[in-house]
């Protein structure tokens, strides 16, 4: 059965671990190095936290976890630091080199204060960790890796029995990419290079790694697979709300976008975001699960 996995959002919840997005922001504000980069990244670590925090939440063990494209392993590193098990994937490619030395940064302070950060250097494609995890997530990584389809499956395969999948990414089947904040004419990058090639040089590693991953292929992917699945509906009214209020997060995005979260704000009509099908909303943002195993007998 394919529900609405946040239909209880408005319920109250406790901080579980200790763990919330005040606190992320002290613990970044007192060790990592002051610069664009730093809040920009900073940042992505706190949204990456107000997914998992639901789950988290719901979560009754004390979860081992795994983090898919940890990037600079902010998040994880932040988890780390209340005394979670949890392990980073990240094997940080030529596009990404641009974070490798704050990266670095983080797990010299992982290492120095003893924070149980296991940092594995390979692709969501060759991760090969069997039922060893609770939750496995991935955030805004998936449109980075060669077969995102395939990254899944091996993430799925990482849970234990019962165990949980988040991911997080773009939706392109909305022709929006906000990397480069351009609006994609098909989904042909031989054409896309022509139309935006002075931009697309800027970042040019950057745009190679890129996938148009979509609604319909994750879908289409999950049901062949027989994995229990619901993606949120609520995802395009988050995005709204923290264009809204997440200045460093609105300070990335378009002119367009911002004048519309306006407008939706002012006319009342943000709520009604929710019954956009979730094949027409971006980001996408789907929770699979993994059936808890048979007794025998």
């Given at each position: ?52 925090l639901p789950l988290l939440s719901s979560i009754k063990c004390h979860p081992t976890m795994l983090e898919v494209g ?87 395969h990482s849970l234990k029995p019962g165990g949980i999948l988040l991911a997080h990414c773009p939706n392109y089947t ?124």
């Amino acid at each position: 059965m394919h529900t609405d996995p946040h239909s209880d959002k408005n319920a109250p919840r406790h901080e579980p671990y200790g763990l919330s997005e005040p606190d992320l922001l002290r613990f970044f504000g007192g060790i990592a190095r002051q610069s664009e980069m730093h809040a920009m990244l900073v940042n992505e670590a706190r949204f990456g936290l107000s997914r998992l925090l639901p789950l988290l939440s719901s979560i009754k063990c004390h979860p081992t976890m795994l983090e898919v494209g940890a990037g600079s392993c902010m998040l994880s590193a932040y988890l780390a630091s209340k005394g979670l098990n949890i392990t980073a994937v990240e094997p940080l490619g030529t596009e990404f080199a641009f974070f490798a030395d704050l990266q670095n940064h983080v797990l010299d302070v992982c290492r120095t204060n003893g924070f149980p950060l296991r940092l594995i250097r390979t692709t969501g494609e060759q991760l090969d960790l069997p039922e060893q995890f609770d939750l496995a997530f991935t955030i805004n990584a998936l449109e980075h890796v060669r077969d995102p389809l395939l990254t899944i499956d091996n993430m799925y395969h990482s849970l234990k029995p019962g165990g949980i999948l988040l991911a997080h990414c773009p939706n392109y089947t909305i022709p929006f990419d906000s990397h480069f904040n351009i609006l994609l004419v098909t989904r042909s990058k031989l054409l896309n290079e022509g139309i935006y090639r002075s931009r697309i040089n800027r970042r040019r590693e950057l745009w190679k790694e890129l996938n148009f991953i979509r609604y319909a292929d994750v879908r289409r992917h999950l049901v062949r697979r027989g994995f229990p699945f619901a993606f949120d509906r609520s995802v395009m009214v988050d995005l709204v709300m923290r264009s809204l209020t997440d200045r460093v997060f609105a300070d990335r995005m378009p002119a367009l976008v911002l004048a519309m979260s306006k407008l939706l704000r002012e006319t009342g009509l943000v709520s009604r975001l929710r019954h956009i099908p979730p094949r027409l909303q971006t980001p996408m943002e789907v929770r699979i699960t993994k059936p808890e195993a048979c007794a025998s007998g």
